[in-house]
Structures are given as structure tokens and as C-alpha cells.
């Protein structure tokens, strides 16, 4: 990784940063990854919870069940 971290760094690599942060095709690409991120990290919250809550309430046999699951 060391290694990697120099050579980015160098002049040469850096070039490659500010391209992708400045031209519009690399921008979308970014945009696009970041929001599908996000909405995959709500869904996941909304269903995660309530199903934690629920299972970390319950009693019943289904809790082993959904446990496994």
C-alpha cells in the first residue's frame, strides 16, 4: 500500500486525480456509485433495525429461526 500512496502522489499521479475529479464522464460515474450507496445503506437501515428490535424482543421459537436467516 506504501507503495502505491508514493506513486500516486508523485506529479504524474496526481494528474490522474484531478482528471478524474474534473471531467464529467468520471464525475457521473461517481455520482452514480455514491447514490446507489446511499440508498442501499437506507434500505438497509430501515429494514435492519426494526428487525433487530424485533428480534432482540421476542421469545418465541421464530426468533431462532430468524437468526439464521
Known sequence: MLY???HTL?????????????DSFYLNILKT???I???TTGI???LGYPTAYFL?????KLKNTMMII
Do not use: M, N, P, Q
Request: aromatic share 10%; glycine share 4%; proline share 0%.
Open 33 to 35: 456509485t455514491v447514490s
Open 4 to 6: 502505491i500512496l508514493i
Open 56 to 60: 432482540a424482543r421476542t421469545k418465541s
Open 44 to 46: 438497509l437501515l430501515l
Open 37 to 39: 450507496a446511499l440508498r
Open 10 to 22: 508523485r506529479e504524474d499521479g496526481l494528474t490522474y486525480f484531478v482528471k478524474f475529479l474534473t
